[in-house]
């Protein structure tokens, strides 16, 4: 499994998560596992992926970390 976590504030959720989902689509993949925990001023989601090739795509759109 490859984990992929990306940063955003709290404001720019609703957003991300529906330009996340599109490009999920987009690609045709599914990821295993979602969840998000908050903290000051930030939110970290954090997507698990089956294949590291989607999981490398995933993260470079959106700037996230993979590990």
């Keep these: 499994m490859y984990t992929v976590e990306v ?10 998560m529906r330009d ?3 490009w999920l689509d987009l ?3 599914s990821v295993s596992e979602f969840s ?3 903290g000051i001023n ?7 992926f ?3 090739q989607e999981a490398k795509a995933f993260s ?6 993979m590990s």
């Design 42 to 48: 930030k939110l970290i989601t954090r997507l698990i």
């Design 50 to 52: 089956g294949a590291e």
């Design 36 to 38: 998000y925990t908050e």
């Design 60 to 65: 470079t759109g959106f700037a996230g970390s």
């Design 20 to 22: 996340m989902r599109s």
């Design 7 to 16: 940063r955003l504030t709290p404001n720019h959720l609703a957003t991300l």
């Design 27 to 29: 690609h045709g993949i």
